[in-house]
Structure formats: C-alpha cells, structure tokens
C-alpha cells in the first residue's frame, strides 16, 4: 500500500467515525452560565438594561411596587423593600439561563 492511499483510507476512517460519533441525533450543546451584571450603584433599570431583561419583571420577582422611586440603588431599594443582592443576582441568572436552555436546538440537521 502507497503513502498515498494509506493516507486516504486514514481520512476516510476518521470522517467516518466523526460523523457516526453523534449518531443519537440530539444536540448536546453546553452553554455556560449567564453570570448576572449587578453594582450595588446601579438602579434597578439600569441592571435590567445591562442583563437585557425587563424592569418590570425585575420589580414582580422582588415584590416591589410599581411605583418605586427609579432613582433609588439597588443598595438603596434592598435595605428599604429587604430584598438581598442575591435575590437579585438569582431571579437575573435563572432567568437567562432558562432562556438559553429553551434556544439550544432539539435536533441536529441531518447531512444527506
């Protein structure tokens, strides 16, 4: 046998078993955790912006009113409506994170 052709059937085997590898057809996509962007002199708007969640779920995940000065810190609103930054930390990244779940795809596409 050739260099030649032993180098083809080398490339042909690993094709092969790189594609027989995932034959169960389901996507094992691992994404990393969402880690939440919080400063304690953020306001509550200004963390939903940076974690590109809305403000308004924010506020009924914490329990607070609609009517909260939008003025306040986060470090202000969890001392004045006891709530702990962790709270937050929590409802921002379990959010994220169940959405990145649902956009991870169920199948991958079949080559033909």
């Known amino acids: 046998m050739s260099l030649k052709n032993f180098i083809a059937l080398l490339t042909l085997i690993i094709v092969f078993a790189a594609c ?3 034959s169960s057809n389901k996507a094992e996509v691992q994404h990393a ?3 939440a962007i919080i ?3 953020m306001t509550l708007m200004e963390v939903a912006k940076a974690n ?14 609609k009517r909260v000065g939008s003025s306040f810190t986060i470090a202000q609103m969890s001392k004045r409506y006891r709530f702990d ?3 937050l930390r929590k409802v921002i ?6 959405q990145n779940i649902k956009t991870v795809p169920k ?5 033909k």
């Open 20 to 22: 027989n590898s995932g």
């Open 33 to 35: 955790p969402y880690v």
């Open 39 to 41: 400063d304690t002199n």
């Open 52 to 65: 590109n969640i809305g403000e308004p779920f924010l506020r009924t995940k914490l329990g607070l009113k």
């Open 85 to 87: 930054i962790e709270d």
């Open 93 to 98: 990244e379990d959010r994220k994170n169940s």
């Open 107 to 111: 199948e991958t596409p079949s080559l």
